[in-house]
């Protein structure tokens, strides 16, 4: 067996080190003779397949370690600093102070685990340059309010740093007309109404947001149906599928999704709060309209240019998928 190490990237940074007893956790023996690294960086390297034992990939840091010369390949250090990247924009509105985009689905507003290029915040970079406005920080410049990864829309972002605190100010005070789309597994009732709820970390689950009883965030969101497809012939019975337009009056993470899915009726592929299966003929129609994420779209923002106090208003139409998927539902 060769003592070469098989390591694929060859912009990894590779430690080795020989064992020369085994018998205790394998993490634990790797923090011995890798000393710059801890227990738990250890534990994460191992699940992601870089460390090797004599060239054999290892990856149980429970299992008991076996003598022999260990290699580590260290991912390559990824910039803090957002790097410009010439992605293209569909920009509805650009002045000195401000821009405004329609954000396709698939882009992150902002540089975080899993989306560290990419994102809205590098394409902004290499459109507006050094105008830019730095109070979101050196990860978040312009970033005033965010569009999850797989929601589609309008979204505005500060050139300049009033814009950005005069956006800013008109969110925190919710002086902004914010409407969306999203396609639900069946129809909330009544056919209008509000959703008013405290919303929060979901206690089961911490990545997911959740209605509480008690704590987190008052969180209200205005909604219409304003068609239902696929109407059953048995009185009463919901519809398998409808349009929603839905306004906020708050802007809490995954809030609308939340919402929606706490009447019944989740947004359709959503992967997070679309609990249960949506009828065979609305699955049928997601995977001919080529659906592979949450039919949501931010189709309407408005407000008060802060700088100049121009009265602004944006509407854009739903993307191919979302647009496809409804033609679908309308032939139920």
Not at 157 to 162: E, L, M, V
């Amino acid at each position: 067996m060769s003592d070469e190490p098989l390591i694929e990237d060859e912009d990894a940074e590779v430690l080795e080190a020989r064992l020369d007893q085994g018998g205790v956790r394998l993490d634990k023996a790797l923090a011995d003779i890798f000393p710059t690294l801890s227990r738990a960086r250890l534990q994460t390297l191992l699940a992601e397949g870089v460390v090797t034992r004599d060239g054999e990939p290892v990856s149980s840091g429970s299992a008991k370690a076996q003598p022999g010369l260990y290699a580590v390949a260290l991912p390559p250090v990824v910039s803090a600093t957002p790097l410009p990247e010439a992605i293209p924009l569909t920009v509805l509105f650009e002045d000195a102070d401000l821009i405004v985009v329609d954000k396709p689905a698939g882009m992150a507003a902002h540089p975080a685990p899993g989306s560290e290029t990419g994102t809205l915040v590098n394409a902004l970079l290499a459109h507006c340059g050094d105008s830019l406005s730095g109070i979101g920080g050196v990860a978040r410049p312009g970033i005033v309010h965010r569009l999850d990864k797989d929601t589609s829309g309008v979204m505005v972002a500060a050139k300049s740093d009033r814009a950005h605190a005069g956006l800013s100010a008109l969110f925190a005070t919710h002086d902004i007309e914010r409407t969306y789309l999203a396609l639900t597994r069946g129809a909330p009732s009544p056919v209008k109404g509000r959703i008013e709820t405290l919303l929060g970390r979901s206690s089961s689950d911490r990545k997911k947001m959740a209605v509480l009883r008690s704590g987190g965030r008052n969180a209200i969101t205005d909604y219409v149906v304003q068609q239902v497809y696929g109407m059953p012939a048995k009185a009463g019975a919901a519809p398998l599928a409808a349009r929603v337009a839905c306004t906020l009056h708050t802007g809490r993470t995954h809030q609308i999704r939340v919402h929606l899915a706490s009447k019944g009726a989740p947004i359709l592929g959503d992967p997070v709060y679309g609990s249960g299966s949506p009828a065979a003929p609305v699955r049928a129609a997601i995977a001919a309209a080529g659906l592979t994420r949450q039919a949501l779209h931010a189709a309407v923002l408005g407000f008060v240019h802060p700088v100049t106090g121009e009265p602004l208003r944006f509407e854009t139409a739903p993307p191919a998928d979302m647009q496809a998927l409804e033609k679908g539902l309308a032939e139920l």
